[in-house]
C-alpha cells in the first residue's frame, strides 16, 4: 500500500447558486496521483470529510456541500487552507 500524499492548498470557496466548491489547480492533479479524479480526504479549518475531485467546466474542483458549509460556517468567497 503507498502512502497517501499531502497536498495544502490555499483558496477561496467559489459558489454558484446552491453549488460550492474548492478549485484545485491542475499541477496538484498529479501530485495528488489516481487519475483526473483522485479521492482526497479534506480538511477545513478542522472539518475533515472525503471526496472525490471533479471535473467541471473544464476546472478540477472538490465539492463543499450544504451540510459541511453549516458545520464550518463557510460561504462563497471565505478563504480557506
Same mark, same amino acid.
Given at each position: 500500500?503507498?502512502?497517501?500524499? @499531502?497536498?495544502?492548498?490555499? @483558496?477561496?470557496? +467559489?459558489? *454558484?447558486?446552491?453549488?460550492?466548491g @474548492? ?12 487519475? %483526473? ?12 470529510? %472525503? *471526496?472525490?475531485? +471533479? ?5 478540477y474542483?472538490?465539492?463543499?456541500? +450544504?451540510?459541511? %458549509?453549516?458545520?464550518?460556517?463557510? *460561504? ?6
Open positions: 500500500m503507498s502512502t497517501p500524499r @499531502t497536498v495544502v492548498l490555499e @483558496t477561496t470557496v +467559489a459558489a *454558484s447558486g446552491n453549488d460550492a @474548492t478549485v484545485v489547480p491542475p499541477g496538484l492533479i498529479g501530485q495528488l496521483g489516481a487519475g %483526473r479524479r483522485p479521492a482526497v480526504l479534506v480538511d477545513l479549518d478542522g472539518y475533515g470529510y %472525503r *471526496s472525490t475531485v +471533479a471535473v467541471m467546466g473544464g476546472q474542483l472538490v465539492g463543499v456541500s +450544504a451540510a459541511v %458549509r453549516r458545520a464550518t460556517g463557510l *460561504s462563497g468567497g471565505d478563504p480557506v487552507r
